[in-house]
């Protein structure tokens, strides 16, 4: 592995970013908006609004910058850069690695604002700090490129990366807590649920949200968290191919 | 010249999606020389560059670069590779592009500036890819090939849609980067270019129809010209066929 290119890769893709200010004010305004509406829906019931304002703030993370992350590098793959990149000096490591944390600074940022605004716009109510509402994001945002990049190597067009979405996020996102407690689910739902890594991104952020300091429950969340993104980092890499037909 | 070729390929053969598309290719490239690859569009000629730059599956044979297996780490620095399509960003502008491939490879940062003045692209350099005609693209592809200066440079139809007054300067920029001793191997579907180069390699349907320098293939064939030398070579395998 190597620093230079890990971070000269990071810097490429914010670049990249950087010219589309459209997607900026999308990645950044629309979470906040979507908290500000959230807090609307529940305006009789702030209660409801302080339980899933935080949740929500693990969520986006995930979904959005898994969006973007397998829509980035099926670019890579199809635009030639990829292979390109592969005949030079580069670790697939290292290209990975570039693409997390680049969008990891973009999460802090995203979920700095949205927390900003949740917590002394909106009035939401949470015991826990918000260093570690933060930390917790970073997971999620983190968790989301890493499946992003290993997702994108089975999609062959951009509609198809865009699909998949729906496919590998919305099932993570019946099953991750939001709407019912994971121990209210039937047995299946809730096996099923054990072994999504959305759900301790959720359970992460609700633990840090009702508790001040880091409790044990929420470092072990931490921990698998932290065993997902290597895991599919890992996998991800096996995905890209030096040689191909 | 006198040295060990550069590249050497022994019998390479390549499928793809079902298709013989290299026949048990052998062949080599001089050190220092321009070698003109040239065919029909579907001879081969960008399989037998990707399995030069090591990025191509193979089904059999060898392929070395530089005395090493094609593809091989240690000449991940001194292969320069130009893709047919231009495999740059085409949201970054043409200096954050070569900055970038310039990091990855490790060279001084006023490399990129003497890229780009050698592809004639000094007045585009923060142009973003994106806004660019396909020939300025394909030489921002071509400037990042050139970074680090490698000494073997691999380009699949680097001229494809430049103007005539454009190509001749390339044309130039090839040669005088091989009187300083890079190997080039250059592939082309058109045989005007074949003349500028000091070898050539004729492939056809996954064979190679000739190695040799343009005025010996043209002996050979009693032509004029490496248009009808190609024809005269096409003609003269097919006769022998029963």
Avoid at chain 1, 146 to 167: C, D, H, K
Avoid at chain 2, 49 to 76: C, N, W
Wanted: a neutral charge; glycine letters at 10%.
């Amino acid at each position: 592995m190597n620093a230079r290119i890990t971070l000269a890769t990071a810097g490429r893709v914010l670049t990249q970013l950087r010219h589309d200010h459209r997607t900026i004010a999308l990645l950044l305004i629309v979470p906040c908006l979507l908290l500000a509406l959230l807090s609307w829906v529940f305006d009789g019931e702030p209660a409801v609004f302080d339980r899933i304002g935080p949740l929500l703030l693990a969520i986006f993370p995930l979904v959005v910058m898994f969006i973007v992350t397998s829509v980035a590098m099926l670019r890579e793959r199809t635009s030639g850069t990829l292979e390109r990149l592969l005949t030079m000096p580069m670790n697939k490591l290292d290209l990975l690695l570039g693409y997390a944390v680049a969008f990891g600074v973009l999460a802090v940022v995203q979920a700095g604002l949205a927390g900003a605004v949740s917590l002394w716009l909106l009035g939401l109510d949470i015991v826990g700090s918000a260093g570690w509402l933060l930390v917790t994001a970073l997971l999620s945002a983190l968790l989301g490129t890493a499946l992003g990049l290993l997702a994108s190597a089975f999609a062959q067009t951009e509609f198809q990366a865009v699909q998949f979405m729906p496919a590998f996020v919305l099932p993570q996102l019946l099953l991750c807590g939001l709407f019912v407690p994971r121990e209210a689910m039937q047995s299946v739902l809730s096996a099923a649920s054990n072994v999504l890594p959305l759900s301790y991104a959720v359970d992460a952020m609700a633990e840090v949200a009702a508790s001040t300091g880091l409790t044990a429950a929420a470092g072990r969340d931490f921990l698998v968290l932290g065993a997902f993104i290597v895991g599919a980092l890992v996998l991800g890499a096996a995905t890209l191919r030096r040689r191909t037909a | 010249m006198g040295d060990d070729p550069a590249v050497v390929i022994d019998r390479l053969t390549v499928h793809r999606g079902g298709h013989l598309v290299l026949d048990a290719v052998s062949c080599e490239v001089a050190a220092g020389s321009v070698t003109g690859l040239l065919g029909p569009s579907g001879s081969g000629k960008s399989t037998l560059i990707r399995s030069v730059v090591g990025v191509q599956k193979i089904s059999g044979g060898t392929v070395e670069v530089l005395g090493k297996p094609a593809g091989s780490r240690p000449l991940r620095s001194l292969i320069g590779y130009l893709t047919q399509a231009p495999s740059v960003y085409a949201d970054l502008s043409v200096r954050e592009n070569l900055r970038y491939f310039a990091a990855v490879l490790g060279t001084a940062p006023s490399d990129v500036d003497s890229v780009i003045s050698a592809v004639g692209l000094t007045d585009k350099a923060g142009a973003l890819v994106g806004r660019l005609s396909g020939g300025q693209r394909t030489r921002v592809s071509l400037a990042a090939a050139l970074l680090g200066a490698p000494r073997v440079l691999v380009l699949d139809e680097p001229t494809v849609g430049l103007d005539p007054v454009l190509r001749r300067d390339l044309w130039e920029l090839f040669n005088e980067l091989a009187g300083r001793g890079t190997t080039l191997l250059v592939s082309s579907h058109v045989m005007d270019e074949a003349e500028r180069c000091s070898q050539l390699l004729l492939l056809r349907d996954g064979r190679v129809l000739a190695a040799d320098s343009p005025a010996a293939i043209r002996d050979r064939t009693d032509t004029h010209d490496l248009e009808s030398a190609f024809l005269a070579l096409i003609d003269a395998e097919q006769v022998p066929s029963p």
